[in-house]
């Protein structure tokens, strides 16, 4: 619902004409790694099929490594769909355009910034060294706990294997460089150095949203989005790659 409101928001900026005309449904598929994984099955229909992922923590070289590989495939060029919702100053500007919602005051949303930067840096530290990888469903400590029949030297090899990944002698001077990089690049704060989602519930919706008026959180998000008078600038390059 939210890039069918991007949609109609670019057709009115005129950088398309009749999407509904030209794309024939927009699906949720429930995760990046499940659109990923359909595109693939779809190899016979490419030519038709389109997939859109969050950006999350992934590198230059990952992103350009997937859309490599899945030419169909887009990337949001901000964290998540839920950082369209979490910059005061376009949040404001928004509003400014609704009746119904120009009276809402983001003004508190700044002071809260700094620790969510702060926590974007610990999560991209993380990704980039791979704890994604081992502790998903099926690793660390559920394999250990899981598993009855693993021998003691199986079971040292995956504690020194975890201790290397997060080593704090290593992690740490990561985590310190990326954050001096995020605090010196304040213009990139709220799209690419702040979880959307998280600070979007925490912050957004629990702290202001909520208060205002009762509603269920897909309920603001689709609101926001449907007030939308101009397409994200950063955003539609990437929807006009559909009509080419």
């Not at 009746?99 to 949303?109: H, M, P």
């Not at 709220?190 to 912050?203: A, E, L, S, T």
Request: glycine share 4%.
């Amino acid at each position: 619902m939210i890039i069918q409101s991007f949609l109609e928001a670019g057709q009115k900026d005129a950088l398309w004409n009749n999407w509904r005309a030209r794309i024939v449904q927009i699906e949720d598929m429930n995760g990046g790694s499940a659109v990923i994984e359909e595109l693939g099955r779809l190899t016979a229909y490419k030519e038709y099929v389109w997939g859109l992922i969050d950006r999350e923590w992934r590198t230059e070289s990952e992103i350009i490594d997937l859309t490599s590989q899945y030419p169909n495939l887009l990337v949001l060029p901000r964290v998540m769909i839920e950082n369209y919702f979490i910059d005061p100053e376009e949040l404001e500007m928004l509003c400014s355009n609704s009746t119904d919602y120009k009276n809402l005051d983001f003004s508190s949303v700044s002071s809260h910034t700094s620790n969510w930067v702060s926590n974007g840096a610990i999560w991209q530290t993380l990704y980039t060294r791979g704890a994604d990888d081992f502790c998903q469903e099926d690793g660390y400590p559920k394999i250990l706990r899981g598993n009855a029949v693993l021998t003691p030297t199986e079971i040292e090899t995956l504690f020194r294997q975890w201790h290397l990944e997060l080593n704090p002698e290593t992690v740490m001077p990561d985590y310190i460089n990326r954050l001096n990089t995020f605090t010196q690049q304040p213009e990139n704060h709220y799209k690419h150095h702040i979880h959307g989602k998280k600070f979007f519930k925490q912050i957004i919706y629990d702290s202001i949203l909520n208060r205002y008026r009762q509603a269920k959180i897909e309920v603001w998000i689709q609101g926001l989005a449907d007030i939308m008078t101009s397409c994200p600038p950063d955003i539609a390059p990437i929807l006009q790659r559909l009509f080419t």
